[in-house]
């Protein structure tokens, strides 16, 4: 039984089978559910309660949304706001709780998988390499709903050169690649992820040099999500890491002197 409360829940990139346990308990128990129904596919919300209250938020602004989630709760409504991806990633949840907060309506964020996630695990790759790639960036470039600030502009990051995930930057690519070039080479290969989780998902990796054209020739320009590592040279990386090698020492065993 869940509480009158709001509980802000990652979905996923899309795929049911990769909700959290909590998350599907709490999906499968609440009385309303609020989701982003222009990026959370309906699929996700196969086994909810049959006379749970489904709500589409594609349409309507945070205004809209607040007083529906305060109203229910009010009335002794547990309700669910569904967000793509893993809601702590560009899922406009800080307005949100301080409305809510402001309110007084209590609030419990579920995180979900992140699409960088499970980009890699498909693609069949480690994202940290020993020797190679050590860092992670999850990033975005500015557009029309929000900017980036000039300290953590693209191709500042790209100096790092480690794997990085570049999201909502689709209807922006040639920018992107742009930047991306100043930094990494141009056979830096490239996981164009298109609409990850969903039935028409596709995933096609490329030469950086080539992520703008195919991303262009294949229509690629809404839910997708570009990364960008030497980490995805796959087979071809040599690299071993420390942790499991006989000569190295830790708390729980004694390496070998050779």
Sequence with gaps: MLNSAVYIVGAGPGDPDLLTIKAKKILDQ??????ANSLVPKQ?????????????TGSKTLEDIIPLMIERVRNNKSVVRLHSGDLTLYSAIHEQMQALAEAQIPVQLVPGIGAFQDAAAKLGVELTVPGLVQSIILTRISGRASSVPEAEELASLAAHK????????????????????????????????YRLGWEDEKIRVVPLSEMAKISREEDLIRTTMYLVSPALAGKQVEARSQLYHPQHSHLFRQGKVV
Excluded: F, G, N
Excluded at 30 to 35: R, S
Excluded at 163 to 190: F, G, I
């Design 30 to 35: 609440a009385d309303v559910i609020l989701y």
């Design 44 to 56: 996700i919300l196969k086994d909810v309660r049959s006379d749970a209250e489904l709500i589409p």
């Design 162 to 193: 480690a794997s990085l995930a570049l999201y909502l930057a689709a209807r922006h690519v040639e920018s992107a690649q742009a930047k991306l070039l100043e930094h990494y080479p141009p056979d830096t290969p490239v996981a164009i992820c």
